[in-house]
């Protein structure tokens, strides 16, 4: 229990210390290092329980906003969270993970590399979203640097 709970601190720490960090240099969070951080932190704690944390850490973190904001909630709305909660996350993560028995660990690396490129695809196709320049872009970068990586990996094999 007291590793669960210095796991979770530590992940705490990293996200508050991450945020602070994107404000001070007036940049995207997402910009920052902190996945390797967090990947470092998979020496200290199996896969499954470093998961768990990061969604601790995430509670943790977001709990004092819904104290302060008081946000009208429905029970529509608990029902639609649990859904996207179940479903879209952690239904979807355990078939991610449990792919990884059958499929080379590139070859998912690269697919979930592409899911910014799904994402503006779909938009496209079911909100009726037409892409920016600036999407189309990096996804054709990203869709480049997936082609290079695949090619690379059959000529090697």
Known sequence: MLTLAWGLF???LLAGAGAVLAALLDCDAALLPLPLLSAAALVLYPFGML???RIGAAAVVLLPFVAVMRPAVTGIDITLIAVLG?????FAHSLFVS???RVKVQTAGIIAGMESVYGII???LVLKMPPTAR????GAIVLGVSLYTTISENREA
């Not at 179940?86 to 952690?90: E, G, K, S």
């Not at 999407?135 to 990096?138: C, H, P, R, T, Y």
């Open 122 to 124: 779909l938009a496209a």
């Open 86 to 90: 179940v479903f879209c996350t952690a």
């Open 135 to 138: 999407e189309l872009i990096g």
């Open 51 to 53: 998961g768990n944390l």
């Open 99 to 101: 792919s990884l028995r």
């Open 10 to 12: 530590l992940l705490v």
